[in-house]
């Protein structure tokens, strides 16, 4: 089992910035790849932007390119989500994940969901 624990959502004006942290405990040392997801009201939950435990790869969304970045602290178990130059439209439950499987990162599947947390991007 691993579990996750996501924070640092909140509400931000267009054009700033905010941070998320997803902290892993449990069987860590199984987990190949973390992803961050996100989940609008009314829409489905889209993956954002993912990266190997290792740190050798990482992906990210086309509406993410240039303005988030994803990054981890193995010695903290944790994976970071920096979100620069925030839009309304970012404006989502965000949902920090876990897999075990190995493959490319757009097409994992994550057995091990955070509890989500907001981010409202409003003036």
């Known amino acids: 089992q691993v579990q996750l624990v996501e924070s640092g959502g909140g509400l931000v004006q267009p054009g700033g910035s905010l941070r998320l942290s997803c902290a892993a405990s449990g069987r860590t040392f199984s987990v190949y790849a973390m992803g961050w997801f996100r989940q609008a009201p009314g829409k489905e939950r889209d993956l954002v932007t993912a990266?190997?435990?290792?740190?050798?790869?990482?992906y990210y969304a086309d509406s993410v390119k240039g303005r988030f970045t994803i990054s981890r602290d193995i010695a903290k178990n944790t994976v970071y989500l920096q979100m620069n130059s925030l839009k309304p439209e970012d404006t989502a439950v965000y949902y920090c994940?876990?897999?075990?499987?190995?493959?490319?990162?757009?097409?994992?599947?994550?057995?091990?969901w955070g509890q989500g947390t907001q981010v409202t991007v409003s003036s």
């Open positions: 994940a876990a897999s075990q499987r190995v493959g490319a990162l757009p097409n994992l599947v994550y057995g091990y």
């Open positions: 990266i190997t435990w290792s740190g050798s790869s990482t």
